[in-house]
Every structure is written in C-alpha cells, then in structure tokens.
T-cell receptor, first 109, second 114 residues
C-alpha cells in the first residue's frame, strides 16, 4: 500500500529553527511537495523536490533522499504566522498526489 | 474571478438529500481534482479530470460523481448524502503534466450531513 508518515504535532519557539520530517512508501515517485495550511484555510504550495538534496527558498528549505524515502522541511527564524499545518505529499506513478495527514506546528513566543 | 472558487462555503444537509458542490477556475488549467479532508487523515482524492471531457476515480469515489463539460467547471455531486460524507471538500487544479507543477486549491466547502 501507499503510506506517508509525518509527526502529528510539533511545538517550537519564535525565532528558533524546526525540522518537520516525512517518510513515504508509494507506488512510484514523481516528486515530493510540501504545503502549508492555516486553520480553516486551503493548502498553499511551499516547495517541490524531485532530485536528492536541499532546496532553499528564503526561510524555508526542503530536503529529499529518494533512497531512504525521506524528506524534511526546515523552517528558520520562526515567526508566529508560521503556526499552521504542514502537509507532505508524494506524486505517484499515476501522477496523483498521495498526502500525509499533516504536522500541526505550534509556535510559542 | 481570480483562481479557484467554490460554492457554497458551507452547508448543512439532511441525509438522503442530493447536493452539488460547485468549483470554477479561471486559470485555464487542464487538470482538476476533488479532495475531502477529515481530521487526522490526509487529503483523500475523490475524483479527478485530466482534461475537459474526461474524468477518473480517486481513492474514495463511492457516493460521489463528477462531470467536466468544459475547462473551467468541475462540479461534485452527492447523489444521496450520508453522515460519513461530513467533511471539508477542496477543489484543486493544475495546468498539466509538467514536472514540478503544483496544484492550486479553492477555499473549500464545509459540509455537515445530519
């Protein structure tokens, strides 16, 4: 079967760094996406990885290891507005997105 | 219109009633998707359409139907609603099949079936 695992909830302090992990087992791999979803809102795109390594975009970075079926999202200089759920999704061999349940990130002052 | 719109924003529906959730995009995207999102679960694909005139079944299609008569609209119909269909429904779209293309989401419809 297809499975994507990420922690249910994490807590971090404003100004700090947090790493959200995602492991996956899917039928085929055509890229991994991270989305941000604020409570009561729609998911919005953060990052995309298809090759191994680190992709950096401002305060957010995403890493992929295809051989390990593993990715992480790194958030630096945390701000209160970063409090949200972070969704990991893998595009499978049918070009459909398989979604993790999301990690709720709580930022404390 | 800019992006993807969904209607209604929220709805309370009696079990057994028929309901159509509307989704319209103005980005001329080829592919469109319907997901449901339930607490503790990831987004689950209900139906999708890779291009106007074609549709396909996702992970949880039972009890739902879709049509794609044109590029812009992708309505989702619940023929006879049941309480287990209480959920938040998101419509999404994507231009095509190019690598790295992201899906864009509508604001969602919150449905309560009693």
């Amino acid at each position: 079967g297809q499975n994507i695992d990420q922690p249910t909830e994490m807590t971090a302090t404003e100004g700090a760094i947090v790493q959200i992990n995602c492991t996956y087992q899917t039928s085929g791999f055509n890229g991994l996406f991270w989305y941000q979803q604020h409570a009561g809102e729609a998911p919005t795109f953060l990052s995309y990885n298809v090759l191994d390594g680190l992709e950096e975009k401002g305060r957010f970075s995403s890493f992929l290891s295809r051989s390990k079926g593993y990715s992480y999202l790194l958030l630096k200089e945390l701000q209160m507005k970063d409090s949200a759920s972070y969704l990991c999704a893998v595009r499978d061999s049918n070009y459909q997105l398989i979604w993790g349940a999301g990690t709720k990130l709580i930022i404390k002052p | 219109i800019a992006g993807i719109t969904q209607a209604p924003t929220s709805q309370i529906l009696a079990a057994g009633r028929r309901m159509t959730l509307r989704c319209t995009q103005d980005m001329r995207h080829n592919a469109m998707y319907w997901y449901r999102q339930d607490l503790g679960l990831g987004l689950r694909l209900i139906h999708y359409s890779n291009t106007a005139g074609t549709t396909g079944k996702g992970e949880v299609p039972d009890g739902y139907s879709v049509s794609r008569a044109n590029t812009d609209d992708f309505p989702l119909t619940l023929a006879s609603a049941v309480p287990s269909q209480t959920s938040v429904y998101f419509c999404a779209s994507r231009m095509g099949h190019s690598e790295g293309e992201t899906q864009y989401f509508g604001p969602g419809t919150r449905l309560l079936v009693l």
